[in-house]
């Protein structure tokens, strides 16, 4: 048996321990095919159960491949329970790691470094460096800190192909840090960032280490706040013969920016997927850019743009159009004109004169002084 698939189970403590007796009899064991396997159970439990499997992987000497947890939400706890194994002889031959939609957070992405780390640095010493071809950790809370830790992983061990780490709150400084890491693994074929915050600064400094990809096929930096200016950083350097896919949906990119993006793209014919929506192209903007593609023969590759969120100048016309209705709306009609206000007569009727004489109000009390004495009131203190 060289793989075990358990996706869209329950495992307790208990059937993972007798699952971990079973996985202890195959030392050909190669593939732990575990997504979404703990469903319903306890943080708690997690941990334990991982150990258990873990500890038979070990005992068993198997060289393991593939390992994914994905979507089995155990947060930093579940990291624990898998630092034996990962910094075991097992994982020497590991070459596709998915850990998505795991809650990780900062701590959980620290952890998962060092294990990576130290696993290298023994794989290494024994000869067998970790080569690890995917790593997937999207939707994990990693921020600056985690992303920056794993990136020095990614620097020692310098094998990736295939790196997808979306949603993560990564700002600028983690993207410095996972450019410079991304510069040592020059075999890359697959690079998704998107819904981070590159901004400018992040841009750039991934458009410095881009020309060194040569074997990139997808590209995907969407939601990640590049702006006109980041694009046009990126664009300055597309030059991968074999781009097959490049996503730069809702960044805020003008027609100027988007331009510059296809221009590049003219010697690139292996193109199947250009994502551009959800930008700021404007209304005649989408149109250009449509007959750019056309021209270069990679119309059929551009997505839909329905999303489009127009472009500043449509978006000032519209304000002012909107201040001269406001200012054309008097009130009246084409032909009305207003009636001239005049003094009113006095009106001498008994039944319709007010009478009484007018009531002046009775001064009221301060709030008191004293703040301590309001908070009490309130139960605040």
């Excluded at 495992?11 to 009899?25: F, H, P, T």
């Excluded at 198997?62 to 994982?91: I, M, Q, R, W, Y």
């Excluded at 596709?96 to 990576?116: D, F, R, T």
């Excluded at 929506?277 to 990679?298: H, Q, S, T």
Aim: negative net charge.
């Amino acid at each position: 048996m060289t793989a075990l698939c358990l996706e869209g189970n329950t495992v307790g403590v208990d059937a993972a321990e007798s699952i971990a007796k079973a996985l202890g009899q195959h030392a050909e064991f190669q593939r732990a095919l575990w997504s979404d396997m703990f469903t319903g159970r306890l943080k708690s439990e997690i941990p334990k159960a991982l150990k258990f499997l873990g500890a038979a992987m070990i005992g068993a000497g198997c060289h393991l491949v593939e390992l994914d947890l994905s979507d089995n939400a155990f947060g930093p706890n579940g990291v624990v329970g898998l630092v034996d194994l990962l910094k075991s002889s097992s994982c020497f031959y590991l070459q596709e790691l998915k850990l998505n939609n795991n809650g990780l957070g900062i701590s959980g992405g620290k952890m998962l470094a060092e294990c990576l780390l130290e696993c290298h640095d023994k794989s290494v010493k024994a000869q067998q460096p970790l080569a690890l071809r995917v790593f997937i950790s999207g939707r994990n809370r990693l921020e600056n800190e985690g992303a920056t830790a794993l990136a020095k992983a990614f620097k020692a061990i310098g094998t990736l192909e295939f790196l997808a780490m979306p949603q993560n709150g990564i700002n600028h400084p983690g993207i410095l840090a996972l450019a410079d890491a991304i510069s040592t693994n020059l075999q890359l074929q697959h690079l998704n960032l998107s819904d981070n915050t590159f901004t400018v600064k992040g841009a750039q400094a991934i458009a410095k280490v881009l020309p060194k990809l040569d074997n990139l096929e997808v590209i995907n930096f969407g939601d990640c706040l590049l702006r006109t200016e980041g694009a046009q950083a990126i664009a300055q350097v597309l030059t991968h013969q074999k781009l097959k896919e490049l996503v730069l949906s809702g960044n805020e990119i003008t027609k100027d920016g988007a331009f510059d993006v296809i221009q590049s793209l003219e010697t690139i014919q292996t193109l199947k997927k250009l994502d551009l929506d959800a930008n700021n192209l404007g209304e005649e903007g989408c149109e250009e850019v449509k007959a750019l593609l056309d021209n270069i023969g990679l119309l059929d590759a551009l997505g839909s743009l329905s999303g489009d969120e127009g472009s500043e100048d449509e978006d000032e016309d519209a304000e002012n159009e909107d201040d001269d209705d406001e200012e054309e709306d008097d009130g009246y009609g084409e032909d009305e004109e207003p009636e001239e206000e005049t003094e009113g007569d006095l009106n001498t009727d008994p039944k319709l004169q007010v009478k009484g004489s007018a009531l002046t109000p009775g001064k009221q009390e301060s709030p008191p002084d004293d703040l301590a004495e309001q908070m009490d009131k309130l139960n605040l203190s």
